[in-house]
């Protein structure tokens, strides 16, 4: 018997679904997340493809909170989080310390230096300065205090919760963009955003325009490290909260796209 998630998956023979079908991601086998608009899951042998609920196009990284170990199932013991549209996996930089995962994200519990690694090679895909990008972060913070999101550090660029109750965007010349977001510390996740496009960034803060028009003079190192929940010089900058999903495009997003995947993230991870 084919299952599925609800409403997301067909059949490779185009046959549909019934929404009510259910996933046992016991006998999920693998998930694969290539270019298009599916993903393919095995489940029992039998090919399932489903429908990815983001924009695809341009799309060369993706850290999933609740896909973490690449599996149709979230894995509470894997020390790789794994991209699920490129080959840059990240490794954790602590074998225990301040973090954990839970159901749908990676959950920093200690500003100890904890966090993942992603290969080097990243870095110079999004490299040199002037190439355009986004950068979506949906995130939830535990603590009054600055933190990294996902970074490397200068020469470089940055994404970090600032106090108080700002999301800040930066660039290792300019801009430093720090932009307001509302609502109290428990239970609520956010998605910020930064694109960048003809050397302007724009952010957003859940799926709205927040800022845009500045001019960037500094960029992505090509051989310095990104951090998942941390930051690569400075352990008193890792993540206290949480991490649910980043996804890393080679391109600007418009402002519908931006809003269609907050629309996803919401409905996947419970965002206000």
Same mark, same amino acid.
């Given at each position: 018997? @084919? ?52 924009? *695809? ?17 979230? $894995?509470?013991?894997?020390?790789? /989080? ?8 990240? *490794? ?6 301040? /973090? ?12 100890? #230096?904890? #966090? ?7 870095? $110079?895909?999004? $490299?040199?300065?002037? =190439? ?24 470089? @660029? ?5 106090? *108080?109750? &700002? ?13 307001? @977001?509302?609502? #109290? ?19 957003? @803060? ?18 310095? =490290?990104?951090?998942?929940? #941390? ?5 008193? &900058?890792? &993540? ?33």
């Amino acid at each position: 018997m @084919i299952r599925c998630l609800p409403a997301l998956c067909i059949l490779h023979s185009a046959l549909c679904i019934p929404a009510a079908a259910q996933v046992d991601w016991s006998s999920v086998a693998s998930v694969s997340i290539p270019s298009g608009q599916v993903a393919s899951v095995s489940i029992d042998g039998d090919a399932v493809w489903c429908r990815i609920p983001y924009v *695809t196009d341009g799309l060369i990284a993706w850290y999933d909170g609740i896909w973490n170990a690449g599996l149709g199932v979230h $894995s509470l013991m894997t020390t790789t /989080w794994k991209d699920l549209a490129g080959g840059n996996d990240a *490794t954790q930089r602590l074998p225990s310390g301040g /973090w954990q995962w839970s159901q749908k994200a990676y959950v920093g519990t200690a500003a100890d #230096g904890h #966090g993942f690694t992603v290969p080097e090679a990243f870095s $110079s895909t999004l $490299s040199p300065l002037g =190439q355009s990008h986004t950068v979506e972060i949906v995130f939830s913070y535990a603590a009054e205090q600055r933190m990294s999101l996902f970074s490397q550090y200068f020469p470089g @660029i940055g994404f970090e919760y600032y106090p *108080t109750r &700002m999301f800040r965007a930066y660039y290792s010349g300019a801009p430093d963009v720090k932009t307001a @977001i509302s609502g #109290g510390l428990a239970n609520h996740v956010y998605t910020g955003a930064a694109a960048s496009s003809s050397a302007k960034v724009v952010t957003y @803060i859940d799926g709205v325009q927040v800022y845009g028009g500045a001019a960037v003079t500094g960029g992505i190192s090509p051989s310095s =490290q990104f951090i998942l929940g #941390g930051e690569n010089t400075r352990s008193n &900058m890792s &993540m206290v909260g949480a991490l649910y999903c980043i996804r890393i495009y080679n391109r600007a997003l418009t402002a519908e796209e931006i809003a269609a995947n907050y629309a996803a993230d919401k409905a996947r991870f419970g965002l206000p």
